[in-house]
């Protein structure tokens, strides 16, 4: 698998929202009842936070199928 350009990373920046804080983003995921499927982390092209999926654990597989964004 390729990695990604810088380039490819601040589009891919451009279009997530941003949190302030990593508070700000889990509180986000939490309201949506996501915090299970979404990590928080600090974005290193824009200082901010973003909230990325993680693969489910096994005894959570299909969980992301069930909501529907
Ligand atoms: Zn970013």
Known sequence: MKE????ERQ???FRK????????ALDAALVAG???QRR???????????LTSVEAG???R???RMRAP
């Not at 929202?17 to 700000?24: A, E, I, V």
């Not at 928080?40 to 973003?50: Q, S, V």
Request: charged fraction near 30%.
């Open 58 to 60: 096994p005894r959570g």
């Open 40 to 50: 928080a982390y600090l974005c290193p092209d824009c200082r901010m936070w973003h």
């Open 4 to 7: 990604p350009t810088r380039h």
């Open 17 to 24: 929202r941003r949190y302030r804080s990593q508070g700000d």
């Open 11 to 13: 589009l891919r920046c």
């Open 62 to 64: 299909g969980l992301s």
């Open 34 to 36: 996501v915090e299970r």
